[in-house]
């Protein structure tokens, strides 16, 4: 059990802990939540020692292993499988002793070491740690690249498979899902809901949360106090708590009143779509949480723009793609005023590549754009917020996009968004992810767009800055295009949604839980206890227990195995082609005919791969009914 009492902490001349106690049991799953800035980090540091409270203490029992995700390590030279299978300290002790021990020819010690090694999971930690980085999102061909190689979020995924292949007691993460997609979040809850110890997260995404939590750590004014339950509960509890509190009742009832006018206005199409009623519940739910968030630093809305074309955009046979390198092919669409797309698909299928041609950024491979008169985007990714100008405050971005208003006008507007006070004349360099998202994403709103683009943009904010957001884009008139692995602001906001997949762009005709079960089940095509840290003994055991099982599925289990091959090879074939065809040197060393050629047969990998992965669907629902019925 974890044990805080009468914690004290000062940083910085700021009280941040005081008096503040707290009871973890063993092996609850902790979500971390609070507004940025109460000390949910430094709890973490708390926790591991690496700080200690200015009085009280902190307790752990004394021989628990802790794991922690960290966001930033030094660059090393090792490759993605090693700095994965480093997270494993047990193993690698061993390695070294048993070599060791070869050396030295000290055959009685040897023997030993073997027994214990196997009894950690030694022989298939390799796999593990595969079957981890591949979760994650790792293609075959990254495992063997160094870790200096990847980008800072790739890093941050890498550190997360260390962290997820050590065997610990407790572990602790840290934002854990900013930088994954949503095969990739997926995967990880599934992980995690079988990991035997004790977790706490920090996490801003309400969905894994409430999928992964049994209980919610809320840290407030300097106090924590934990809940029962996952995000959900402890959001409905606050806020029954909190409207007993008469000072907030008229900002409380002023949110409520606002949220269910949009519940009415989109009860009546509740027949017309499964889309829409997935939107309605969630709307439903956001006037029961209203009292919860009276206190909110975020009250802005996006404005409605003044004239709109119909239709904002039309697309008529369309290839978009980088250079040569188709991704999309033959894409019509019409995107009018009041549409509200969230755009599906697995990684690297398209997604991206659509939002930027919608924006302009990208000029499509063949077919034809054209643009309403009055159809201004106001688009929103993660290089915009790399594009500011580290040296220009908020205040300097406004003024130099309207310089006729006010400047009292202007900070009244950026408080709006939670940029108040000094913030507003803060450089852009020293402000956190974010409130650069939130500075990116005012500038948008101030310009009045009649179509907003949005492709990821809560990666950086937290659960009242998403609240805030989704409640704002309710009453927006404009055309919404949304790309997010935050489910629940794509229930909130979302009334259809667009698919890519196998090069094409369809119509996806059920909502977005299905989608998403769809999704969990082909990203753990493996079996799932396969990838957990090994414990000692453990092995032995499970394989007694699963041996008569094994047995009885074993043809179907071979068929879903030979699936499994090919999915593999196809990723890694269209892996190939894709690297291939977006190298510069292959211009210049192909013809014409032949590049041609390359993209077509892109194409057609996709479409394989697809396939394969619908007849792997197939086979796994048979093998679990075929458990289900000899368990």
Same mark, same amino acid.
């Given at each position: 059990?974890?044990?805080?009492?009468?914690?004290?902490?000062?940083?910085?001349?700021?009280?941040?802990?005081?008096?503040?106690?707290?009871?973890?049991?063993?092996?609850?799953?902790?979500?971390?939540?609070?507004?940025?800035?109460?000390?949910?980090?430094?709890?973490?540091?708390?926790?591991?020692?690496?700080?200690?409270?200015?009085?009280?203490?902190? /307790?752990?029992?004394?021989?628990?292993?802790?794991?922690?995700?960290?966001?930033?390590?030094?660059?090393?030279?090792?490759?993605?499988?090693?700095?994965?299978?480093?997270?494993?300290? /047990?193993?690698?002790?061993? *390695?070294?002793?048993?070599?060791?021990?070869?050396?030295?020819?000290?055959?009685?010690?040897?023997?030993?070491?073997?027994?214990?090694?196997?009894?950690?999971?030694?022989?298939?930690?390799?796999?593990?740690?595969? %079957?981890?980085?591949?979760?994650?999102?790792?293609?075959?061909?990254?495992?063997?690249? #160094?870790?200096?190689?990847?980008?800072?979020?790739?890093? @941050?995924?890498?550190?997360?498979?260390?962290?997820?292949?050590?065997?610990?007691?407790?572990?602790?993460?840290?934002?854990? &899902? $900013?930088?994954? !997609?949503?095969?990739? /979040?997926?995967?990880?809850?599934?992980?995690?809901?079988?990991?035997?110890?004790?977790?706490?997260?920090?996490?801003?995404?309400?969905?894994?949360? %409430?999928?992964?939590?049994? %209980?919610?750590?809320?840290?407030?004014?300097?106090?924590?106090?934990?809940?029962?339950? $996952?995000?959900?509960?402890?959001?409905?509890?606050?806020?029954?708590?909190?409207?007993?509190?008469?000072?907030?009742?008229?900002?409380?009832?002023?949110?409520?009143? =606002?949220?269910?006018?949009?519940?009415?206005?989109?009860?009546?199409?509740?027949?017309?779509?499964?889309?829409?009623?997935?939107?309605?519940?969630?709307?439903?739910?956001?006037?029961?949480?209203?009292?919860?968030?009276?206190?909110?630093?975020?009250?802005?809305?996006?404005?409605?723009?003044?004239?709109?074309?119909?239709?904002?955009?039309?697309?008529?046979?369309?290839?978009?793609?980088?250079?040569?390198?188709?991704?999309?092919?033959?894409?019509?669409?019409?995107? =009018?005023?009041?549409?509200?797309?969230?755009?599906?698909?697995?990684?690297? &299928?398209?997604?991206?590549?659509?939002?930027?041609?919608?924006?302009?950024?990208?000029?499509?491979?063949?077919?034809?754009?054209?643009?309403?008169?009055?159809?201004?985007?106001?688009?929103?990714?993660?290089?915009?917020?790399?594009?500011?100008?580290?040296?220009?405050?908020?205040?300097?971005?406004?003024?130099?996009?309207?310089?006729?208003?006010?400047?009292? &006008?202007?900070? %009244?507007?950026?408080?709006?968004?939670?940029?108040?006070?000094?913030?507003? !004349?803060?450089?852009?360099?020293?402000?956190?992810?974010?409130?650069?998202?939130?500075?990116?994403?005012?500038?948008?709103?101030?310009?009045?767009?009649?179509?907003?683009?949005?492709?990821?943009?809560?990666?950086?904010?937290?659960?009242?800055?998403?609240?805030?957001?989704?409640?704002?884009?309710?009453?927006?008139?404009?055309?919404?295009?949304?790309?997010?692995?935050?489910?629940?602001?794509? $229930?909130?906001?979302?009334?259809?949604?667009?698919?890519?997949?196998?090069?094409?762009?369809?119509?996806?005709?059920?909502?977005?839980?299905?989608?998403?079960?769809?999704?969990?089940?082909?990203?753990?095509?493996?079996?799932?206890?396969?990838?957990?840290?090994?414990?000692?003994?453990?092995?032995?055991?499970? =394989?007694?227990?699963?041996?008569?099982?094994?047995? *009885? &599925? *074993?043809?179907?289990?071979?068929?879903?195995?030979?699936?499994?091959?090919? @999915?593999?090879?196809?990723?890694?074939?269209?892996?190939?082609?894709?690297?291939?065809?977006?190298?510069?040197?292959?211009?210049?060393?192909?013809?014409? #005919?032949?590049?041609?050629?390359?993209?077509?047969?892109?194409?057609?990998? =996709?479409?394989?791969?697809?396939?394969?992965?619908?007849?792997?669907?197939?086979?796994?629902?048979?093998?679990?009914?075929?458990?289900?019925?000899?368990?």
């Amino acid at each position: 059990m974890i044990v805080a009492q009468d914690v004290f902490l000062g940083v910085s001349g700021k009280t941040l802990f005081e008096k503040m106690s707290f009871r973890i049991g063993d092996a609850q799953r902790v979500g971390v939540v609070g507004r940025n800035g109460v000390g949910k980090s430094t709890l973490f540091k708390l926790l591991q020692h690496s700080i200690e409270p200015d009085q009280g203490e902190i /307790t752990l029992p004394p021989n628990w292993r802790i794991s922690q995700l960290f966001q930033e390590v030094n660059a090393t030279a090792r490759a993605a499988l090693d700095w994965a299978v480093d997270g494993d300290a /047990t193993v690698r002790r061993l *390695q070294q002793q048993m070599s060791a021990a070869e050396q030295r020819q000290q055959h009685d010690k040897l023997a030993s070491l073997y027994a214990e090694f196997e009894d950690a999971g030694g022989y298939d930690v390799e796999v593990r740690a595969r %079957n981890v980085l591949t979760g994650l999102g790792f293609a075959n061909a990254d495992l063997t690249r #160094a870790y200096t190689e990847f980008s800072g979020g790739w890093r @941050i995924r890498l550190n997360l498979a260390q962290a997820l292949m050590c065997p610990s007691d407790l572990l602790l993460l840290d934002e854990p &899902t $900013n930088h994954l !997609d949503l095969d990739a /979040t997926l995967w990880l809850e599934s992980f995690l809901k079988r990991y035997p110890g004790t977790l706490m997260v920090i996490s801003h995404d309400r969905d894994f949360l %409430n999928n992964l939590a049994t %209980n919610i750590l809320h840290l407030e004014h300097g106090q924590a106090r934990l809940y029962r339950g $996952n995000y959900d509960r402890f959001e409905r509890t606050r806020a029954e708590q909190l409207a007993l509190a008469s000072a907030t009742y008229r900002k409380q009832q002023q949110q409520r009143a =606002r949220i269910e006018a949009f519940v009415t206005r989109f009860r009546a199409k509740a027949s017309k779509a499964k889309q829409v009623q997935s939107r309605v519940k969630s709307l439903a739910k956001l006037s029961a949480i209203a009292p919860a968030y009276a206190d909110s630093p975020y009250d802005f809305e996006f404005p409605n723009p003044h004239r709109l074309s119909d239709p904002l955009l039309k697309l008529e046979h369309c290839d978009l793609g980088y250079d040569a390198l188709g991704v999309l092919s033959d894409i019509n669409l019409t995107i =009018r005023p009041g549409n509200r797309i969230g755009i599906l698909g697995a990684n690297g &299928t398209g997604k991206s590549t659509l939002i930027k041609t919608l924006a302009g950024e990208l000029m499509p491979l063949g077919g034809e754009i054209q643009r309403g008169k009055h159809a201004q985007v106001g688009y929103f990714a993660q290089h915009q917020m790399e594009s500011l100008q580290p040296r220009d405050t908020p205040l300097r971005l406004f003024q130099d996009h309207s310089p006729l208003d006010r400047e009292q &006008t202007l900070r %009244n507007y950026l408080g709006s968004w939670g940029i108040s006070g000094a913030m507003a !004349d803060r450089p852009v360099e020293q402000l956190s992810g974010g409130e650069k998202a939130r500075l990116v994403l005012a500038l948008i709103a101030w310009q009045k767009p009649t179509l907003l683009l949005l492709d990821e943009p809560t990666n950086h904010l937290d659960l009242e800055m998403r609240l805030a957001l989704a409640v704002a884009l309710q009453s927006y008139q404009g055309a919404l295009l949304l790309v997010s692995h935050d489910r629940s602001l794509m $229930n909130q906001v979302v009334d259809e949604f667009w698919l890519t997949k196998a090069g094409s762009l369809e119509n996806y005709n059920s909502d977005l839980a299905n989608y998403t079960a769809t999704r969990a089940a082909i990203v753990n095509l493996k079996n799932e206890s396969d990838t957990l840290p090994a414990e000692p003994g453990s092995r032995r055991k499970k =394989r007694q227990n699963n041996a008569l099982l094994r047995q *009885q &599925t *074993q043809a179907l289990r071979n068929q879903i195995k030979q699936i499994e091959h090919r @999915i593999s090879t196809q990723s890694q074939h269209l892996k190939d082609l894709e690297a291939t065809v977006s190298d510069p040197d292959t211009y210049a060393e192909y013809a014409t #005919a032949d590049l041609a050629e390359l993209v077509y047969q892109q194409g057609q990998a =996709r479409k394989s791969l697809g396939g394969l992965e619908d007849e792997w669907l197939e086979l796994q629902e048979q093998l679990e009914v075929q458990q289900n019925d000899l368990q």
